[in-house]
């Protein structure tokens, strides 16, 4: 099963936030937002690929600025 996710830089602190309803599902197992590197190797060792998607917020905002021009 593949699970998507997507990175964030804050301040210069990485975060890693779930995207589909199966990522996030891990993360509220787990009673967080966010996932950490060890929660995300853990998962691999269960048998997940962890696919790293575009932050959705900043692919919308360039796709709009594409459609404008």
Do not use: Q, R, W
């Amino acid at each position: 099963m593949e699970l998507k996710v997507y990175m964030k830089i804050v301040y210069g602190n990485h975060f890693t936030y779930p995207i589909c309803e199966n990522s996030k599902i891990l993360a509220s197992l787990v009673s967080k937002k966010t996932l950490s590197k060890v929660d995300i190797l853990k998962i691999e060792k269960l048998g997940y690929k962890v696919k790293y998607e575009l932050d959705p917020i900043l692919t919308k905002v360039v796709s709009d600025e594409i459609k404008e021009n």
